[in-house]
């Protein structure tokens, strides 16, 4: 029988187990939106040395000449910080003879994988965006992070392939609905998976503006994973800070949505030491140019009021970091 004494510790007990198991969800809770797990970290026992190399890429495509270029910036950029297999999907149309020196210099970064056109009709830019999809049949590599090629690398991002590889990953676009963003994803590749998404791009609504981040955001979870794969319900979001910020959030006044991306809000405050500590770029400043739109880059320059002067200063920056590259590798 127990005794009062004892009874008092086990309800004591008890209670304590209580509270820290309702913290416990409550903090948890705080990490799911909708069904979407925001990712933070990587597994702890996988490290930098414990990855092998061989079985790991990044990938980006091009399908126009101011996108090879790009693409040549970034890989070119990339294959200084990293030991990874670097790819670069290209359309077959793509393959002029007035391309021939940028796909020479593209050949020294990465690995150039042809692929047929999505459509021979698309003119828009968006309509050749289903290109990245291929990347999920990339099936020769367990583990891939793509970036669309108008990103500015400013850190080393190896650290991407630490996060778990049971997960599809995605970028948080935290200004949007779609919430799901497609110019950063870590990937583990899947022919089923890619077969699936390529038949809704093939049977889209061509009269409606439907797009990959579209058919990314509103797929059921399901379709990301291979049938083999065992409990995947789940989109994972990796949240903006520190990984990937729009160069257009330089031309906001308060950051909020910013501040907001990683599930609990910081304080404005912390602005200029997160803007610093950021991996990479992604030049978006809708309705103004990209930066090899080479008009006056002080004609789009964000307000310069109290605070935002310094982004000022940081969107400059990036822009003539930009140029500076295209000069080095494609020299007109």
């Known amino acids: 029988m127990i005794s009062l004494k004892h009874r008092k510790l086990l309800v004591g007990l008890l209670a304590v187990f209580s509270v820290l198991a309702v913290w416990t969800n409550r903090r948890t809770s705080t ?8 990712v933070e970290s990587g597994e702890d026992e996988l490290s930098i040395e414990t990855v092998d190399w061989s079985r790991v890429a990044y990938v980006t495509y091009a399908t126009s000449s101011d996108y090879l270029c790009n693409a040549v910036i970034l890989t070119a950029e990339l294959r200084k910080l990293t030991q990874a297999n670097i790819v670069t999907l290209i359309e077959a149309n793509l393959l002029d003879d007035h391309v021939t020196s940028l796909l020479t210099a593209l050949k020294q970064s990465s690995t150039v994988v042809e692929i047929d056109s999505v459509d021979e009709r698309a003119s828009d830019s968006w309509d050749h965006s289903f290109v990245k999809l291929h990347s999920f049949n990339l099936t020769q590599f367990d583990r891939i992070v793509y970036l669309d090629c108008d990103a500015l690398l ?47 791009v093939k049977n889209r609504n061509k009269d409606k503006n439907i797009y990959d981040m579209d058919i990314l955001s509103t797929v059921s979870p399901s379709y990301l994973y291979d049938p083999s794969h065992v409990g995947a319900t789940k989109k994972y979001l990796l949240p903006a800070y520190p990984n990937i910020m729009l160069t257009g959030e330089l031309k906001t006044k308060n950051h909020n949505t910013f501040l907001k991306s990683r599930y ?69």
């Not at 850190?155 to 200004?175: G, S, T, V």
């Not at 998976?193 to 038949?199: A, E, H, K, Q, S």
């Not at 739109?293 to 000022?312: A, K, M, Q």
């Open 264 to 332: 609990a809000s910081q304080p404005l405050s912390d602005w200029p030491s997160m803007r610093q500590n950021i991996s990479l770029v992604h030049f978006s400043d809708w309705p103004d140019p990209k930066p090899w739109v080479f008009n006056n880059i002080y004609d789009d320059l964000p307000v310069c009021d109290g605070l935002s002067c310094s982004d000022h200063q940081v969107w400059i920056s990036y822009h003539q970091k930009y140029h500076s590259l295209h000069n080095k590798y494609c020299p007109s």
């Open 154 to 200: 400013l850190k080393p991002i190896d650290y991407l392939f630490l996060l778990p590889w049971d997960h599809q990953i995605f970028a948080h676009a935290y200004w949007t609905d779609l919430q799901l963003g497609s110019y950063l994803m870590v990937l583990s590749p899947s022919t089923h998976v890619f077969n699936t998404l390529w038949r809704l």
């Open 31 to 38: 990490r799911v939106q909708d069904k979407v797990l925001i």
